[in-house]
Structures are given as C-alpha cells and as structure tokens.
C-alpha cells in the first residue's frame, strides 16, 4: 500500500478517484489522523531508483489524504512483500535479494534505463 499527499497529487495532477466511503486513517498510536480520512485514490505507474540505471516500475493505487511534510509513505506491506533494504542514511530503497526478482516478475517490472527520470519528491 501507498499513501500520498493531497497536495501532492494535485501539484502533479494526478487523476482521482473518489471513494464512496471515506477510510479512517489512525496514526501509529492509534488516534484518528486530524487531517481526516481517505477519500480518494489514484492509479499511477512507479520508478523507482534501485541502482545507477536500474528501475524497479509498478502499476499500484495509491491512497490521497493529508500528509504535512510528504509527497509519500511506503506501506510496511509493500516493504515486506518486496523485501527490499532501507539505507536510511542515504535515503535509498535497494531490491537485491534473489526471492525478490522472482516474486516480483510476476506483478512489477525491473528495468534497465539510460534516460532521466521522475523522481517522486
């Protein structure tokens, strides 16, 4: 699961999608997000920066609400699924593990690119 921040998708102009019923957001202690709950999704196709030219891209929806200070939050599920290494201090997601290329094939695709990219900031 992806979360993104509503300002964030409107500076990018991401096409949304109203939900019929808002989801509650509750924050890691528990208490209901002030900012409110999730009214929107949107559709979007990810790159993200593995190594000097190699991308790991999906397709995955993304849940709009209120974030403050970011563009966007990686789910834990996500990060499980993927498996993938956080270096916190250079703020860098890394696939290297094998299970990884082989789980992943099936949903996402890696892709090797010689050209500037997108990056989500």
Request: include cysteine.
């Amino acid at each position: 699961m992806f979360i993104t921040d509503h300002a964030f998708a409107i500076k990018h102009n991401l096409t949304l999608h109203s939900l019929l019923k808002p989801l509650p957001v509750h924050n890691v202690d528990g208490t209901l997000n002030r900012p409110g709950a999730i009214c929107h999704t949107t559709i979007q196709t990810l790159q993200i920066k593995n190594h000097a030219t190699d991308f790991h891209q999906e397709s995955t929806e993304l849940y709009v609400t209120s974030l403050a200070n970011q563009g966007i939050i990686f789910g834990t599920d996500w990060l499980r699924a993927h498996n993938a290494e956080v270096n916190w201090s250079h703020l860098q997601i890394v696939f290297s593990h094998l299970l990884f290329v082989a789980y992943c094939t099936c949903v996402c695709t890696m892709l090797q690119v010689s050209f500037p990219y997108l990056e989500i900031a």
